[in-house]
T-cell receptor
């Protein structure tokens, strides 16, 4: 069983749609990261969360520590949002980073 | 914001040669750097944790004699793939943790192709 589970694995949306990607984890964490990886491989760190909610432009990330769950929302999606989105958690024991398998998002014009 | 660079971004080498990949934190001191590997269509796999001035800690299944990691300064870590083989072809990504924080910054990655 993976320590970090993401859903859905693949997502296709029409431009303008509201998108939600979910992440559940089973370990105690000190921080959760949402990462974006475009074709070609470069990774961008979108958010680092330890509680509550963060917003950056059209992106919103929330985390519920009690439920061990985080969501990444994209409002008014655009084709340039097409990428793989990865949830990763930094455990608070053992100094270890666990990765989800990623959600591949395709936004169609 | 904090920036982490990797060099080279792409490298093609012959089987049996060694390849060095550099990871630099450009505007902060990184007490800890991580090296990851990503196979096609898969998520990142942590290879090793590198702390400045000490030996790297390798994850289970990662050959430390094959993947040599050096973290000689607070802004530079290197990964050397020794005697590379085609199965070492992969995307290698580093990240750096800013000293005194939990914030981790990712490098853009290096695509290694071993012929």
């Amino acid at each position: 069983k993976n320590e970090v589970e993401q859903s859905p694995q693949n997502l296709t949306a029409q431009e303008g749609e509201f998108i939600t990607i979910n992440c559940s984890y089973s370990v105690g964490i000190s921080a959760l990261h949402w990462l974006q990886q475009h074709p070609g491989g470069g990774i961008v760190s979108l958010f680092m969360l330890s509680s509550g909610k963060k917003k950056h432009g059209r992106l919103i990330a929330t985390i519920n520590i009690q439920e061990k769950h985080s969501s990444l929302h994209i409002t008014a999606s655009h084709p340039r949002d097409s990428a793989v989105y990865i949830c990763a958690v930094w455990s608070n024991t053992g100094n270890q980073f666990y990765f989800g398998t990623g959600t591949s998002l395709t936004v169609i014009p | 914001g904090a920036v982490v660079s990797q060099h080279p971004s792409r490298v093609i080498c012959k089987s049996g040669t060694s390849v060095k990949i550099e990871c630099r934190s450009l505007d902060f001191q990184a007490t800890t750097m991580f090296w990851y590997r990503q196979f096609p269509k898969q998520s990142l796999m942590l290879m090793a944790t590198s702390n400045e001035g000490s030996k790297a800690t390798y994850e289970q299944g990662v050959e430390k004699d094959k993947f040599l990691i050096n973290h000689a300064s607070l802004t530079l870590s290197t990964l050397t793939v020794t005697s590379a083989h085609p199965e070492d072809s992969s995307f290698y990504i580093c990240s750096a943790v800013q000293g005194g924080t939990d914030t981790q910054y990712f490098g853009p990655g290096t695509r290694l192709t071993v012929l």
